[in-house]
């Protein structure tokens, strides 16, 4: 199970080992800097990055602090994953936390971003070393989870920094042990802890330690 592309619309789908804890991952703003590499990507184009909500839209702003109409976010966003879908560079602590993680168990992420962009970020995985199974999802992730973790009988953790994919595992997949991750502490403060989340943190080393601990405690899904 190294270094696939798959798609929770279609096709075959990973199949992890039953009796092997499974540490599933989003990508973006929990693996590679989403928010450091947008922010890069929009200077030179006269375009900064505010964080006065948890949202891209209405923080995304020109140089008289004038917000980006919401469809003007849109095009911009996509033309980052376009670009850029290659060339985002790791948060801090994520690498270390991933390689020690996955001396524990089968480690899988899941993202949602533009099919088309998939293999850029599959490159973009490999060069890290990060050759773990991607599989490239559209709309909430609970659905996609529950499949993933279907067969196994093992703990599971799943990572994101998306509240609304929180919400959606805790819903579809509840024997899942969530972690909401939110590493831009700017971001991170618009938020609070969701009910029913396992840790709601901004630290990769705290994350570890808690699935770690799941992991130990035998908490099978
Ligand atoms: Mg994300």
């Not at 980006?68 to 948060?91: G, R, S």
């Given at each position: 199970m190294t270094s696939e592309i798959y798609y929770s619309s279609h096709g075959p789908f990973p199949e992890p080992g039953s009796w092997r804890p499974l540490i599933i991952c989003d990508v973006d703003e929990v693996v590679l800097g989403f928010v450091s590499g947008l922010e890069l990507w929009l200077s030179p184009r006269g375009w900064r990055l505010a964080r006065d909500s948890y949202a891209l839209n209405?923080?995304?702003?020109?140089?008289?602090?004038?917000?980006?109409?919401?469809?003007?976010?849109?095009?911009?966003?996509?033309?980052?994953?376009?670009?850029?879908?290659?060339?985002?560079?790791?948060?801090?602590?994520?690498?270390?936390?991933?390689?020690?993680?996955?001396?524990?168990?089968?480690?899988?992420?899941?993202?949602?971003?533009?099919?088309?962009?998939?293999?850029?970020?599959?490159?973009?995985l490999d060069r890290l070393g990060l050759t773990h199974p991607l599989v490239v999802n559209e709309g909430p992730k609970g659905p996609a989870l529950a499949r993933l973790v279907s067969k196994v009988s093992a703990p599971v953790a799943f990572l994101d920094d998306s509240p609304e994919h929180i919400i959606s595992a805790i819903k579809d997949a509840p024997d899942i042990s969530t972690i909401h991750l939110v590493p831009d502490a700017g971001f991170r403060r618009h938020l609070t802890a969701i009910e029913g989340v396992g840790l709601f943190t901004g630290d990769w080393r705290q994350a570890v330690r808690f699935i770690l601990a799941q992991i130990n405690a035998g908490n099978s899904h």
């Open positions: 209405g923080n995304i702003r020109d140089s008289n602090g004038i917000e980006a109409p919401a469809a003007k976010v849109e095009e911009l966003i996509a033309e980052f994953f376009a670009e850029c879908a290659n060339d985002l560079t790791p948060l801090p602590g994520a690498l270390d936390a991933l390689n020690l993680l996955a001396t524990y168990g089968d480690v899988i992420f899941l993202t949602n971003l533009p099919a088309n962009s998939a293999t850029a970020r599959r490159a973009n």
